[in-house]
């Protein structure tokens, strides 16, 4: 049954980042943030895991209203 539902690309959320590995995890130091950092949340960023704005396109050919996760330090 998982095998059939693997095949089933209509319901991938991720369609091409990293289809190789069993899971795609990815991290990042907190020092290594700087100001900010911001991660992507539609899957179809080229430069994944980061944002590089495709969420827009995708948004604007399905309806959808994706966009990312920005992870900034407060002001002092
Ligand atoms: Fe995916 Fe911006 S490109 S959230």
Same mark, same amino acid.
């Given at each position: 049954?998982? *095998?059939?539902?693997?095949? #089933? ?8 980042v ?8 990815? #991290? *990042?130091? !907190?020092?290594? !943030?700087?100001?900010?950092?911001v991660f ?10 980061? *944002? ?7 948004n604007l050919?399905?309806g ?5 996760? !920005?992870i ?5």
């Amino acid at each position: 049954f998982l *095998c059939a539902k693997k095949k #089933s690309k209509g319901n991938w959320v991720n369609p091409e980042v990293k289809k190789e590995d069993a899971k795609v995890v990815d #991290s *990042c130091d !907190i020092e290594d !943030i700087g100001e900010k950092k911001v991660f992507c949340r539609c899957w179809r960023s080229a430069l994944f895991p980061y *944002c590089d704005g495709a969420h827009n396109k995708h948004n604007l050919e399905t309806g959808d209203n994706v966009g990312p996760l !920005i992870i900034g330090r407060k002001k002092s």
